[in-house]
């Protein structure tokens, strides 16, 4: 188990530095006013019109970089901060979560396969540390029942990395398309769409580390299981 622990602790660092990073540089752009005076609202309204999108609303919701796309209603939330200030950071949350809107209207592939999966996700990450657990410890005394259980656990938590995995393409290309359309309908200038890319770079590593983390653990579990066997 302490194999378990240093990779847990190695995946905690990263976390935590990559998210206080996220939160210093967000805190650091949004010290950056647009010069066309636009909101986080105005620009998700604007994009979504470019877009002929017309069947998705904007919504406000509370918290701190609580922002996402619901493809179930069909709505944008932005955080408070995002959908009132006017700033690179907002312009650059407000424009990527747009960008989900695009990918769900345009049935982007990556996205249609994350949806699909989104049930069995549910389901496994209640269940698979649980699982992995109860198998541990039967598997330990010899038991054939528990390392059977012990497989099972793994495939459940094999289940949750491929969906952190799936999820990376999603979200750098939710990025990519909000910063095409930035640059494309000027709605910023250089200055404020070098803050805008910074921003989401930093945001898209979160899911890379998790994704990351998610991969190695999944791994040291299989070494686990084959050395049991």
Do not use: C
Not at 25 to 54: C, P, V, W
């Amino acid at each position: 188990m302490m194999g378990y622990y240093i990779v847990a602790g190695l995946i905690f660092l990263a976390s935590s530095y990559i998210s206080k990073k996220l939160k210093s540089k967000f805190k650091h752009y949004s010290e950056i006013q647009l010069k066309n005076g636009m909101s986080g609202r105005e620009i998700a309204e604007k994009m979504l019109a470019d877009n002929s999108i017309t069947d998705v609303d904007v919504i406000s919701v509370s918290g701190q970089l609580t922002d996402h796309y619901n493809p179930q209603n069909k709505t944008v939330n932005l955080s408070q901060s995002v959908y009132n200030q006017r700033n690179a950071a907002a312009a650059a949350v407000a424009a990527h979560e747009v960008g989900h809107a695009v990918q769900h209207a345009t049935a982007y592939s990556w996205l249609t396969l994350r949806s699909k999966i989104v049930p069995a996700v549910g389901i496994a990450s209640k269940l698979s540390n649980i699982v992995i657990m109860i198998g541990l410890v039967l598997s330990g005394t010899g038991s054939i029942f528990g390392t059977n259980i012990f497989l099972l656990g793994i495939v459940l938590f094999a289940i949750t990395t491929a969906f952190s995995i799936i999820t990376l393409p999603v979200e750098y290309d939710a990025s990519n398309r909000a910063l095409a359309w930035l640059e494309k309908e000027r709605i910023v200038t250089k200055e404020e769409l070098a803050g805008s890319k910074d921003a989401l770079k930093w945001a898209a590593r979160t899911y890379l580390v998790a994704a990351l983390g998610s991969l190695a653990t999944l791994l040291y579990f299989i070494m686990m299981f084959l050395n049991r066997r």
